[in-house]
């Protein structure tokens, strides 16, 4: 049977084989081996072509017959295509990573760059910014001569690429570095895509600065392997298409907004439209302490209740393409922003106040409280918000018109 697939040791969160199923390859596997398979795997006759990851990039080397210039000159390979009886070797990385800085507008031509991290991610974003004529490219490691305790040195940085894991799924919202220290920056590309905002792009969203993640570098190379495997050309903006697919199926719609102003029914009727889980973050909440949320309040306090909102939040934010319905004072803590904004498109839901039930809500007891409430978060609710929804028609219409927004708001558009 003829292989076509990736290799690497761990690939429980590759997106390859939708990505390459998306470009009409079904055969498409992914094939987790451990060092001593690589050999006999490699050697397989039925092996036609295959892409590469960590950490086989290097070790599957010695296995070609032919390796392309610039995979030579990155020092790795992550495409391999079998031609008769050889086996050829490429590196597709640095199409896709050229391709994400065009996407997100960066353009290194005369900029000072730092890149960070000195693994095999590196060796593709240096070429890379020097065939575009970056002035100067700067890596920082750990250890070595240009490193993290010396960031000051390079303060005039005007971009800066993270080829670091740092900010990655599990551990997301960490960053490798504080974007304050380079007061000259225009860009920041980060090459990790799960999260879809890594902690290091909404800092860069908070300072205005031009940032793109990783997403579309990824599609962009898994196009350029599929035209290696079968001596094709893929049609124009397919990687856009794929990316965006990718992008839709992994981002969460995360609804907030007054209480009372419908975001659990509209949540519900979300999810029936649109086949994905609805998660009611305060009924997780009430699961977490083992008691209603009006005895958390009158027995531990609003303190205690939302130190467990932030914990549910973050476990919740991490996932993927969820409804996630957030309680009435999320957006009262600012720290709960980057765990839902990371992997989530927020819409807030408004409602006229004379219409917001009241009954059994702790801090929203009556309609004088509650204008005082609306007053005080009116402005939290549109920092945190991507989208208004005015919910003054059914609940029904409101949640197509968010499922409408979702569908149709296409980031990944050919420029």
């Given at each position: 049977?003829?292989?076509?697939?990736?290799?690497?040791?761990?690939?429980?969160?590759?997106?390859?084989?939708?990505?390459?199923?998306?470009?009409?390859?079904?055969?498409?596997?992914?094939?987790?081996?451990?060092?001593?398979?690589?050999?006999?795997?490699?050697?397989?006759?039925?092996?036609?072509?295959?892409?590469?990851?960590?950490?086989?990039?290097?070790?599957?080397?010695?296995?070609?017959?032919?390796?392309?210039?610039?995979?030579?000159?990155?020092?790795?390979?992550?495409?391999?295509?079998?031609?008769?009886?050889?086996?050829?070797?490429?590196?597709?990385?640095?199409?896709?990573?050229?391709?994400?800085?065009?996407?997100?507008?960066?353009?290194?031509?005369?900029?000072?760059?730092?890149?960070?991290?000195?693994?095999?991610?590196?060796?593709?974003?240096?070429?890379?910014?020097?065939?575009?004529?970056?002035?100067?490219?700067?890596?920082?490691?750990?250890?070595?001569?240009?490193?993290?305790?010396?960031?000051?040195?390079?303060?005039?940085?005007?971009?800066?690429?993270?080829?670091?894991?740092?900010?990655?799924?599990?551990?997301?919202?960490?960053?490798?570095?504080?974007?304050?220290?380079?007061?000259?920056?225009?860009?920041?590309?980060?090459?990790?895509?799960?999260?879809?905002?890594?902690?290091?792009?909404?800092?860069?969203?908070?300072?205005?600065?031009?940032?793109?993640?990783?997403?579309?570098?990824?599609?962009?190379?898994?196009?350029?392997?599929?035209?290696?495997?079968?001596?094709?050309?893929?049609?124009?903006?397919?990687?856009?298409?794929?990316?965006?697919?990718?992008?839709?199926?992994?981002?969460?719609?995360?609804?907030?907004?007054?209480?009372?102003?419908?975001?659990?029914?509209?949540?519900?009727?979300?999810?029936?439209?649109?086949?994905?889980?609805?998660?009611?973050?305060?009924?997780?909440?009430?699961?977490?302490?083992?008691?209603?949320?009006?005895?958390?309040?009158?027995?531990?306090?609003?303190?205690?209740?939302?130190?467990?909102?932030?914990?549910?939040?973050?476990?919740?934010?991490?996932?993927?393409?969820?409804?996630?319905?957030?309680?009435?004072?999320?957006?009262?803590?600012?720290?709960?922003?980057?765990?839902?904004?990371?992997?989530?498109?927020?819409?807030?839901?408004?409602?006229?106040?004379?219409?917001?039930?009241?009954?059994?809500?702790?801090?929203?007891?009556?309609?004088?409280?509650?204008?005082?409430?609306?007053?005080?978060?009116?402005?939290?609710?549109?920092?945190?918000?991507?989208?208004?929804?005015?919910?003054?028609?059914?609940?029904e219409q409101a949640a197509e018109l968010i499922w409408r927004d979702f569908c149709e708001d296409t980031c990944y558009k050919r420029?």
């Amino acid at each position: 049977m003829a292989i076509y697939g990736l290799i690497g040791r761990k690939l429980g969160h590759s997106y390859s084989v939708p990505i390459h199923k998306g470009l009409g390859n079904d055969a498409y596997k992914l094939y987790e081996l451990e060092p001593e398979q690589l050999e006999g795997f490699m050697r397989d006759p039925e092996l036609k072509a295959i892409n590469v990851t960590i950490p086989y990039k290097l070790d599957v080397m010695k296995y070609l017959d032919h390796i392309d210039p610039t995979a030579l000159e990155i020092g790795a390979v992550n495409t391999v295509v079998r031609r008769g009886d050889k086996l050829y070797g490429y590196n597709t990385d640095h199409i896709g990573f050229c391709r994400m800085l065009e996407y997100g507008g960066i353009d290194v031509k005369g900029k000072k760059t730092l890149v960070l991290g000195n693994g095999g991610a590196s060796k593709t974003a240096v070429l890379c910014c020097k065939r575009l004529g970056a002035s100067s490219v700067t890596v920082i490691s750990r250890s070595g001569e240009d490193n993290y305790t010396n960031l000051d040195k390079h303060a005039d940085a005007q971009i800066i690429v993270n080829c670091t894991p740092v900010g990655m799924f599990p551990h997301s919202l960490q960053a490798p570095v504080d974007l304050k220290m380079f007061p000259k920056c225009e860009g920041v590309a980060d090459m990790i895509y799960n999260p879809l905002r890594t902690a290091l792009m909404m800092q860069a969203d908070e300072l205005g600065i031009k940032n793109v993640c990783g997403l579309l570098m990824l599609t962009a190379q898994g196009v350029a392997a599929h035209e290696y495997f079968f001596d094709t050309k893929a049609p124009e903006g397919k990687a856009e298409e794929l990316a965006e697919m990718l992008r839709r199926e992994s981002e969460n719609i995360v609804l907030i907004g007054m209480p009372g102003c419908g975001k659990s029914t509209i949540g519900r009727r979300l999810a029936e439209l649109s086949g994905r889980e609805a998660v009611e973050i305060d009924a997780l909440i009430a699961e977490a302490a083992g008691k209603t949320i009006p005895e958390i309040f009158a027995q531990d306090g609003e303190e205690e209740f939302r130190r467990i909102e932030t914990e549910v939040l973050m476990r919740e934010g991490a996932g993927k393409g969820k409804i996630i319905m957030t309680g009435g004072g999320a957006v009262t803590r600012e720290r709960n922003y980057a765990p839902l904004h990371q992997n989530g498109k927020i819409y807030q839901i408004t409602r006229d106040l004379d219409k917001l039930a009241t009954k059994g809500r702790p801090l929203s007891k009556d309609r004088e409280t509650l204008i005082k409430m609306y007053e005080i978060r009116k402005p939290m609710y549109e920092a945190f918000r991507d989208v208004l929804i005015e919910n003054e028609g059914t609940l029904e219409q409101a949640a197509e018109l968010i499922w409408r927004d979702f569908c149709e708001d296409t980031c990944y558009k050919r420029s």
